[in-house]
């Protein structure tokens, strides 16, 4: 069964940090790029970031640019996403993704709560 | 990277058919053949209903069909049914990145 699976999610402080991971499984993970995409609450889907098969292409939106980095173990099938310098207005649902020009295959999300 | 814009809802009866539209600019929309759209019902993840403007992906409902002209593109659900309720969300690729349309809530009297 093609399956994402998020974990890592959590109450931080602003100004804190937090790693996300997504464990992939069912098909080649190496094969495709991936995606984070965030839901903040009662608040409508926002792409995140996005990586190439090999890691050499990371693309950005400009709210956290410099602040997360997204990263990828095509050995561990897993997919990462460091936060920094976590801001309220970083809560939300975040969900990863792949990526084929279209998003066709989800996890379940994991929630990050930013507040103090 | 601004937002594509949808009506916020729409509502239609059992059996009717409704039509969401997603405007952007000649930038994401209208440049790109990239168009998806998303299902999601609350509390769940979002699901694939359309790629590439027009085509379903495995197991979709052939209900659901897309389409574009211009800088628009549109999503038709054909025989509403009850379970169709749900948010939804169209995407486009642009010149560096993805972008989400704002959502729209459709309410099945």
């Known amino acids: 069964e093609v399956q994402l699976v998020e974990s890592g999610g959590g109450l931080v402080q602003p100004g804190g940090s937090l790693r996300l991971s997504c464990a992939a499984s069912g098909f080649t993970f190496s094969s495709y790029w991936m995606s984070w995409v965030r839901q903040a609450p009662g608040k409508g889907l926002e792409w995140v970031a996005n990586i190439k098969q090999d890691g050499s292409e990371k693309y950005y939106v400009d709210s956290v640019k410099g602040r997360f980095t997204i990263s990828r173990d095509n050995a561990k099938n897993s997919l990462y996403l460091q936060m920094n310098s976590l801001r309220a207005e970083d809560t939300a649902v975040y969900y990863c993704?792949?990526?084929?020009?279209?998003?066709?295959?989800w996890g379940q999300g994991t929630m990050v709560t930013v507040s103090s | 990277q601004s937002a594509l814009t949808q009506p916020a809802s729409v509502s239609g009866s059992p059996g009717q058919s409704i039509t969401i539209s997603c405007t952007g600019t000649s930038s994401d929309v209208g440049g790109y053949n990239y168009v998806s759209w998303y299902q999601q019902h609350p509390g769940k993840a979002p699901k694939l209903m359309i790629y590439d403007v027009s085509n379903r992906p495995s197991g979709v409902p052939d209900r659901f069909s897309g389409s574009k002209s211009g800088n628009t593109a549109s999503l038709t659900i054909s025989g509403l049914q009850a379970e169709d309720e749900a948010d939804y969300y169209c995407?486009?690729?642009?010149?560096?990145?993805?972008?989400f349309g704002g959502g729209t809530k459709l309410t099945v009297l």
């Open positions: 995407s486009s690729y642009t010149s560096s990145s993805p972008v």
């Open positions: 993704a792949r990526d084929m020009d279209a998003f066709d295959i």
